[in-house]
């Protein structure tokens, strides 16, 4: 198959709460006739360096990435890091911490749904999330096992998101902070599904600090928040990025063309 000139740039796998390994996900590139891929786990990169190996074999670029969970004036910011330096000792710690973190949340979570008469086992919730970042997809799914809600969907939206019955807020990981890990570890950043969060107003800043992109075409955004978000980004000279989000389906719905992915990775190697 001919390789298209496109890019995936937003990609999760079994390390977070992605459905298929990193073999697999390499072999689905291939068939699709991607350009290539970036592997973009939850304040994870565990699954980058056997990425890497593997798309070397297929001859399938991939960008080590990583997605960030932030919080901002209590809403969920997410801030995607491409072409990181995913082995650095420093920054290894870092994200040993982040997922302490995530755990704990997830201790909490479970407490809760238990205190409202919704117990759950948490051994079968670890065993979910596998020896990836736990999360509340991994919740979500063992509550649709033991049949409280229909579907994961169904558990976010009355339950684990913002406002549901279980809801507990995410440590205070700013979106500042997220962007400066990134920098330090030799990559850049990008805003990932910014219309989630709707909090325009810190772009500029955000900027300031490294932000090199918006991630416009993104499974969460519907038309009106990619034509505002395109717009956003063309007036203030970032990159508009795409990724299919992809955890079980639809992979590479949403993609980035080859030639924006080598110019805003060049763009990082000349400030340096």
């Not at 918006?214 to 990159?239: M, S």
Request: glycine share 10%; aromatic share 8%; proline share 4%.
């Amino acid at each position: 198959m001919i390789k298209s000139q496109r890019v995936d740039m937003h990609v999760h796998t079994k390390a977070s709460d992605g459905s298929f390994g990193v073999c697999e996900i390499i072999q689905m590139a291939k068939r699709e006739g991607l350009a290539g891929l970036s592997i973009t786990d939850h304040d994870n990169v565990g699954c980058v360096a056997e990425a890497v190996a593997e798309a070397k074999k297929e001859e399938i670029l991939l960008v080590p990435g990583i997605e960030i969970s932030c919080t901002w004036q209590n809403k969920d910011v997410h801030i995607l890091g491409y072409d990181i330096d995913f082995a650095a000792e420093w920054f290894l710690a870092e994200l040993l911490e982040m997922q302490g973190n995530r755990a704990k949340r997830a201790e909490q979570i479970l407490a809760r749904l238990a205190e409202l008469g919704y117990p759950l086992s948490t051994e079968r919730v670890w065993q979910l999330a596998g020896s990836g970042s736990i999360g509340r997809p991994h919740i979500a799914l063992a509550m649709v096992e033991i049949g409280y809600v229909p579907s994961i969907a169904a558990a976010f939206g009355g339950w684990l998101s913002q406002g549901g019955r279980a809801y507990v807020p995410r440590p205070k990981y700013t979106p500042q902070e997220a962007i400066k890990l990134i920098v330090k570890a030799g990559g850049v950043a990008v805003w990932s599904h910014p219309g989630l969060a709707k909090c325009d107003e810190i772009i500029e800043d955000l900027m300031a600090l490294g932000l090199v992109g918006l991630e416009v075409y993104n499974p969460g955004h519907n038309t009106g928040d990619e034509q505002h978000y395109l717009a956003l980004a063309k007036r203030l000279g970032l990159f508009v990025t795409g990724g299919s989000d992809f955890h079980a389906n639809n992979f590479a719905r949403f993609t980035t063309p080859l030639a924006v992915v080598e110019k805003m990775l060049d763009r990082q190697i000349k400030k340096d």
